[in-house]
């Protein structure tokens, strides 16, 4: 997070002040007051232009806790409906596929439905007749609104393709909604090329056949997954950014790094701050700051080029100060 507000001040110079509040949240504060979100912080947040969220947990921390009490509640309150994920192989970095795969799509999550809005129990707990169920919610409200701003992003494109990805050969119920949405929303858009792949299958497409790939749209459980894999191949979930965003801006969006917070190197200074720093970009986009989110872009993608030598002795704020440098110079 430092790194992250380091190259924010550092790209805008001082033109543009900005004034930031901090807020402790995650597992530390939780274990000194058994509190995730309170909601005064969640109202105070809502007089903030954005929101730049560190990555949290730690496994002293049960399960869900944060990431429902923290996390999902920030989504939620703040509809973020919108989870967006670009994935883009900058030059230099290694992709563990064969070749040089040119990878950049970018994957719109929704970010408010699915299986993801805790609509569920259990029954006989504890017995051997123990039932779970876990029931994904989909509104043709959300499918239409999420699929929409696909669209649109789709067609902002050079590419101006549109995949959807779902699983309705088992997924029925849902699957069609999705799908009957997809293609009524098409109509107003004759210039996007659509594509339907089930979730499965894209999977093997991530690996086989990445390029094929530009705007992707698909339900929260789907996206949550096939965005750690889209890290995966484009140099590893340190590099993987994304913005949480309420596109009406009634609401605070908020950016995130993909990852989680890597408790086992915490403290020792060798996290790589990049993906929080693409974040950064993403947020001064949303805001309106297009050349410095540029430059920030630009900034990583040189830095990626020429690190491979260095970043195994590099530490967290060493690789914060290189990219300082280059948005400011
Ligand atoms: C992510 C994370 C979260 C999610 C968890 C921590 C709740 O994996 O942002 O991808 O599942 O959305
Ligand atoms: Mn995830």
Same mark, same amino acid.
């Given at each position: ?10 790209? !805008? ?38 929101? !730049? ?5 730690? $496994? ?7 990431? %429902? ?5 920030? %989504? ?26 040119? &990878?950049?799509?970018?994957? @719109? ?5 699915? $299986? ?20 994904? !919610? ?7 609104? @999420?699929?929409? *701003? ?48 089930? @979730? ?16 992707? @749209?698909?339900?929260? !459980? ?22 949480? &965003? ?25 996290? *790589? ?33 020429? %690190? ?22």
């Amino acid at each position: 997070m430092a790194e992250g507000l380091k190259v924010l001040d550092a790209v !805008l110079g001082d033109d543009v002040s900005v004034e930031t509040t901090e807020y402790d949240l995650g597992a530390r504060r939780w274990h000194a007051t058994g509190e995730t979100l309170p909601d005064e912080v969640l109202e105070e947040l809502k007089g903030h232009d954005a929101i !730049l969220l560190g990555a949290i947990g730690d $496994p002293s921390v049960p399960s869900g806790v944060l990431e %429902r009490g923290l996390l999902l509640k920030l %989504r939620f309150a703040f509809d973020h409906h919108v989870n967006l994920r670009p994935s883009k192989l900058f030059p230099g970095v290694e992709s563990p596929l064969a070749g040089k795969p040119e &990878i950049d799509f970018v994957v @719109v999550r929704e970010g408010t439905e699915g $299986p993801y809005v805790g609509n569920g129990g259990s029954l006989r707990t504890g017995t051997p007749h123990e039932v779970a169920t876990e029931v994904s !919610l989909n509104t043709a409200f959300g499918i239409e609104r @999420v699929v929409r *701003d696909a669209y649109a992003r789709a067609q902002a494109r050079p590419r101006r393709k549109l995949t959807l990805v779902h699983k309705n050969n088992v997924l029925v119920h849902a699957g069609h909604l999705w799908k009957n949405i997809f293609d009524k929303v098409g109509e107003e858009f004759p210039e996007v090329t659509t594509d339907y792949l089930h @979730v499965d299958a894209a999977t093997i497409f991530f690996v086989t056949q990445p390029e094929r790939f530009d705007v992707i @749209v698909t339900d929260n !459980l789907f996206g949550d997954i096939l965005t750690d894999l889209a890290a995966a191949v484009t140099g590893g979930i340190g590099l993987a950014a994304s913005g949480n &965003i309420n596109p009406g801006g009634q609401f605070p969006s908020m950016f995130e790094p993909v990852h989680g917070s890597a408790p086992d190197i915490a403290g020792t200074g060798k996290a *790589d701050p990049t993906a929080t720093v693409l974040s950064v970009a993403m947020l001064l986009r949303h805001l309106g700051f297009d050349a410095e989110a540029a430059r920030v872009e630009a900034a990583v993608s040189a830095d990626l080029a020429e %690190r491979a030598d260095t970043q195994s002795t590099r530490t967290t704020s060493q690789t914060g100060d290189a990219l300082a440098a280059r948005v400011s110079g």
